[in-house]
């Protein structure tokens, strides 16, 4: 056997993909590949795209979030919120362009609460002040 195998995790799915050849993915250092007999490898993955290349030739896309890759005895473990996986890439990388403005908005609602949040603290605090200042 010349490949080695993925076990998909997320939060509400998991598989096992056999016969992989090899795997280029990318973390904050760039991108990576990792083929069978590669030494213990974990590291972060960023959002983006991975591509998977199997024995009998035909390639996969995999979109991911963000994940954790542990490469250990042939075996590629990559635990994520969730992802997609496709043989079409202009499919998939249409999706994970519609995951990403997703979640910039989703991060923009919670920047603007966080804001709001943080004004309301210091009129608190800043009446406070004025309160203590005037003997109570």
Do not use: C, K
């Amino acid at each position: 056997m010349s490949g080695f195998s993925i076990q998909l995790q997320s939060a509400t799915q998991s598989e096992r993909l056999d016969r992989v050849v090899s795997f280029v993915g990318e973390d904050a250092s760039g991108s990576f590949g990792l083929m069978r007999g590669h030494t213990r490898f974990v590291t972060t993955l960023v959002f983006a795209l991975a591509r998977l290349r199997f024995e009998d030739g035909h390639r996969e896309y995999l979109a991911l979030p963000e994940a954790v890759a542990d490469f250990d005895n042939n075996r590629l473990t990559i635990s994520t919120r969730r992802y997609l996986r496709s043989v079409d890439y202009s499919r998939i990388s249409q999706a994970l362009r519609e995951e990403l403005l997703q979640e910039e908005v989703t991060l923009s609602g919670f920047r603007r609460s966080i804001e709001q949040l943080e004004q309301t603290m210091l009129l608190r605090l800043w009446r406070i002040g004025r309160g203590a200042g005037r003997g109570g």
